[in-house]
């Protein structure tokens, strides 16, 4: 990703009021996060836990969407939906999002297993288990940030496919 101002951020948000944007609040170390190495940026709302947000580049475009964490959790260990890391060092929970358009207004929302803490990116990047030694790991590494990329950009996608 190209590197954002909060405002462009702030500007970029679909699907949301203007009163949920007015109280978007920015995680205290975001002028350090480095965007190039993101397929898209998330984070958890400090001042209320179960709101978070998404910003991605989609359509040659930035978007940012407010996502909802579910009160509970799932009752088994899940697999982020979006980076399919096995490792499983982060709680998996679902996230909810108010679809675009028309339907958003009606209070549709569609959802998705997510790892808590929005590290996908990092996650994608980890070099495969050794059993892979004779397989070429940066390619299997850069196979791996291209199918998280496609992941975030479907479910952006479907998000805004009922945009008026």
């Not at 990703?1 to 975001?30: C, H, N, W």
């Not at 998404?54 to 930035?62: K, Q, S, W, Y």
């Not at 980890?126 to 998280?148: F, N, S």
Request: with cysteine.
């Amino acid at each position: 990703m190209k590197q954002y101002t909060q405002q462009q951020i702030l500007d970029s948000f679909r699907g949301a009021t203007r009163s949920e944007i007015k109280k978007v609040t920015f995680p205290l170390d975001f002028d350090d996060v480095d965007f190039s190495r993101l397929e898209y940026y998330g984070w958890r709302d400090r001042k209320m836990p179960r709101r978070a947000y998404i910003a991605v580049e989609h359509d040659g475009r930035l978007v940012s969407l407010v996502l909802n964490r579910a009160e509970a959790t799932p009752s088994r260990r899940t697999m982020c939906t979006w980076c399919r890391d096995v490792d499983l060092s982060e709680e998996v929970v679902l996230y909810t999002t108010r679809r675009t358009g028309a339907q958003g207004r009606r209070g549709d929302t569609i959802g998705t297993l997510v790892c808590s803490g929005f590290h996908c990116s990092k996650h994608a990047r980890k070099l495969p288990p050794a059993y892979h030694k004779a397989t070429d790991l940066d390619a299997i590494r850069a196979e791996q940030v291209a199918g998280l990329r496609n992941r975030v950009g479907s479910f952006v996608a479907e998000v805004l496919s009922t945009e008026d």
